[in-house]
């Protein structure tokens, strides 16, 4: 397990309906192609994220921006926390996408869609927050705690 700090922007996607992290999906692009680099193939890594916004940029952002051939990003699975219940990868890079002081954490605030999207990796997570904003929500707080001391 390993928590990337991350302080990007959140905004409201596209669709207006939605939210994304372009810093988080450029670090989630960087990530990716440090898995593939050292071997990992795709269809071992899934990116997990509670928002169809966040899901479709890194989608979008990976094709264009990938470091390695375009074939490789779009073999790797970016889905939605709920469309991954039940599956698994040896690989799962979680964007939280959430950072404001206002808000709230949202979709990441239900303790069933924090129980699947850390529970779908085989053998290691990263996760892409701004522990700032999540810590303010008890069991994530709990959890980053946890990271923070072990």
Not at 27 to 42: A, M, Q
Not at 82 to 90: A, I, L, P, V, Y
Not at 119 to 131: D, F, H
Request: glycine letters at 8%; charged letters at 20%; aromatic letters at 10%.
């Amino acid at each position: 397990m390993f928590f990337y700090v991350q302080m990007g922007q959140e905004e409201i996607s596209a669709s207006g309906t939605s939210y994304l992290n372009r810093t988080e999906a450029a670090n989630v692009e960087k990530i990716v192609t440090t898995f593939l680099k050292s071997g990992v193939v795709p269809s071992q890594i899934g990116v997990i994220t509670p928002y169809e916004g966040q899901r479709a940029y890194i989608v979008n952002y990976m094709s264009r921006n990938g470091a390695l051939r375009q074939q490789l990003y779009k073999e790797i699975e970016v889905a939605s926390v709920d469309s991954f219940q039940g599956r698994e990868k040896d690989y799962i890079i979680l964007s939280c996408v959430r950072s404001n002081e206002h808000q709230g954490i949202g979709f990441l605030n239900d303790p069933r869609r924090l129980n699947v999207a850390l529970t779908r990796a085989r053998y290691g997570i990263v996760i892409l927050g701004n522990p700032k904003v999540l810590s303010k929500q008890p069991l994530w707080n709990g959890l980053l705690t946890h990271y923070k001391e072990h």
